[in-house]
């Protein structure tokens, strides 16, 4: 028999759920005794989905999404789509430093799941219009939404280093690192903070392992990329042998009965 605190664990996954953390809201779903396996694949896609929006992979994300065939309504599917092409738009902006562009983007999206997102992209925005004060707010409110968002850290970390709060900028780096060890952004800026303290050999340390990290980011982007268009290319062949085959059958069909 379920003790009340086991029952009450197994149902908690409907709150990380509705504060867009996808990754714990799947943890605690596993606990069910009774699942239903449409809402477990969904928890699992949106797991992924979650790590590919920290990640920008805009267009992992949305492909991630065009797999889910018919399902549960947990979300609004297609604004959720729509949401994240906007925040790819955005992001875009953001890297073409037009902050203006971004902003105006970021005011379509609304839905929870994202918010985190959303802060961390108007606290970049922020920082590109020289408005650090307000820039730090928003990554503080994005980290306290997603606590795991290492961007956000990352771009705290910037912030105080641009302040000349170097200590501070070091511990949000190290922060970031320690959810995500590969992110080349953090390591770089690490690297840099640990030279205007005068610690060269750290701040060569974190520079080289920056290097790699950059290196190996690159490599397993372009590998999901070919797979993503070797498994297009595998589903458009599959469908054109397909119709072949019918083809075939109807011809054979239509000789036999005398019609061709």
């Known amino acids: 028999m379920i003790d009340e605190t086991s029952r009450a664990l197994q149902e908690s996954w409907q709150e990380p759920f509705a504060r867009g953390r996808f990754v714990e809201a799947h943890k ?15 928890l699992d896609n949106l797991a992924e989905l979650e790590a590919l929006v920290r990640s920008k992979s805009w267009n992992q994300a949305l492909r991630r999404l065009g797999r889910l065939e018919s399902p549960p309504e947990l979300l609004p599917w297609d604004e959720l789509a729509e949401q994240i092409s906007s925040l790819k738009t955005s992001s875009a902006s953001l890297d073409r430093r037009r902050p203006e562009e971004a902003l105006a983007e970021l005011e379509t999206v609304s839905l929870p799941c994202l918010e985190a997102e959303v802060l ?11 408005n650090l004060d307000e820039a730090e707010e928003l990554f ?23 302040q ?3 200590d501070e900028a070091i511990a949000s780096y ?22 205007r303290k005068g610690q060269v050999s750290k701040s060569v340390r974190s520079l080289r392992k920056a290097q790699r990290a950059v290196g190996r980011k690159d490599r397993e982007d372009a590998r999901a990329e070919l797979s993503e268009r070797t498994r297009t290319q595998g589903t458009k062949l599959l469908r054109w ?14 000789r036999n009965r005398g019609i061709l």
């Open 28 to 42: 605690y779903y596993l606990l069910r005794e009774v699942k239903d396996p449409e809402v477990l694949h969904a």
């Open 120 to 130: 961390t992209q108007r606290g970049t925005a922020q920082i590109f219009l020289n």
């Open 140 to 162: 503080r409110k994005a980290i306290d939404l997603d606590p795991r968002h290492y961007r956000a850290l990352t771009n705290l970390g910037n912030v105080a280093l641009e």
């Open 164 to 166: 000349g709060r170097v």
């Open 174 to 195: 190290q922060a970031a690192l320690k959810v995500n060890g590969e992110f080349g952004n953090a390591h770089h800026n690490l690297g840099v903070a640990y030279r």
């Open 241 to 254: 042998v397909g119709y072949g085959i019918v083809a075939v059958i109807v011809y054979f069909v239509l």
